[in-house]
């Protein structure tokens, strides 16, 4: 077994090899560390107003996001997508979570999301969602003067542009 650590998230990942992302934010595997060559890149960031401002509007966007694909997760019937939103929700909720600790807070405010009984309405909103989170971590990473803020603001931003592509793909099988 090998130690793995995420740059980004800095969540720990046993196993026999280095998966292709990290299970817990999903950035691709050239984020993931051997646990003996990882160090908080964190610790030391200082933050610009606009950098607090834009990490503080990420956060409440993805918890936004968890609430929502939570909500579709337990409210679909049909298993695949629920699933998926499952998932994503998770994703999500880790993005959220190493947005709080640049920020250096204790705790962020929970969410409550409606979202609608259909999968195919609730992977519409979710691709919706992405959209718009895209659009903003490409400003936000454009706005950002310290490198590890634009680089944890590209690595998510990545990710976003992945669940994208698995709506495009999720739409396919619920087009009505």
């Not at 999500?92 to 600790?101: M, T, Y």
Request: glycine share 2%; with cysteine; hydrophobic share 40%.
């Amino acid at each position: 077994m090998k130690i793995f650590v995420c740059s980004i998230c800095g969540e720990v990942y046993l196993g026999r090899a280095m998966p292709a992302s990290c299970p817990f934010c999903g950035v691709t595997a050239r984020y993931l560390k051997f646990a003996h060559d990882w160090e908080d890149v964190n610790a030391g960031v200082i933050l610009s107003e606009k950098s607090r401002k834009n990490l503080e509007e990420a956060m409440q966007l993805e918890l936004s996001n968890t609430a929502f694909y939570f909500c579709a997760a337990d409210k679909l019937t049909n298993k695949e997508a629920s699933k998926m939103f499952k998932g994503l929700a998770k994703v999500e909720r880790e993005h959220a979570s190493i947005f709080r600790k640049l920020l250096k807070m204790e705790s962020a405010s929970e969410f409550k999301e409606e979202c609608p009984a259909d999968p195919a309405d609730c992977i519409e909103q979710s691709y919706q969602r992405e959209v718009r989170a895209v659009a903003f971590y490409a400003r936000a990473l454009t706005e950002a003067t310290e490198a590890r803020i634009r680089e944890v603001f590209e690595a998510i931003m990545n990710v976003e542009k992945d669940h994208i592509a698995l709506d495009e793909e999720m739409k396919k099988k619920f087009e009505k």
